[in-house]
């Protein structure tokens, strides 16, 4: 199993960076795929997710009407389209694959993160 982030980078406050996560080894289309970030200091938190069958999406208050997330099951990527990026924004930004089991348990892989600055 992998699931690999790119696309980080450092951006000017107002700028645009696209995120992409690529999944393999796993059956992607049947996992909810998110986006989650951590800040030096900070919890890591849920940025956006995408559901694996009915693709509804959901976003922190942070981030709602700036990021987008998105997914393309034929080649097993989720996407997240940052727009007006803030400085608040900085942060290690990681892709999770998530699929609960008839029993209800849990099963996550995670990428490696992908470092997303934003300064001026």
């Known amino acids: 199993v992998q699931v690999v982030e790119s696309g980080g980078g450092l951006a000017q406050p107002g700028g645009s960076l696209t995120l992409s996560c690529l999944a393999s080894g796993f059956t992607f289309s049947s996992y909810e795929m998110s986006w989650y970030r951590q800040a030096p200091g900070k919890e890591r938190e849920s940025v956006a997710v995408?559901?694996?069958?009915?693709?509804?999406?959901n976003y922190a208050d942070s981030v709602k009407g700036r990021f987008t997330i998105s997914r393309d099951n034929a080649v097993n990527t989720v996407y997240l389209q940052m727009n007006d990026l803030k400085p608040e924004d900085t942060a290690v930004y990681y892709c999770?694959?998530?699929?609960?089991?008839?029993?209800?348990?849990?099963?996550?892989?995670w990428g490696q993160g992908t470092q997303v600055t934003v300064s001026s």
């Open positions: 999770k694959a998530r699929r609960v089991g008839l029993l209800g348990k849990a099963n996550d892989y």
């Open positions: 995408v559901t694996s069958t009915r693709r509804s999406t």
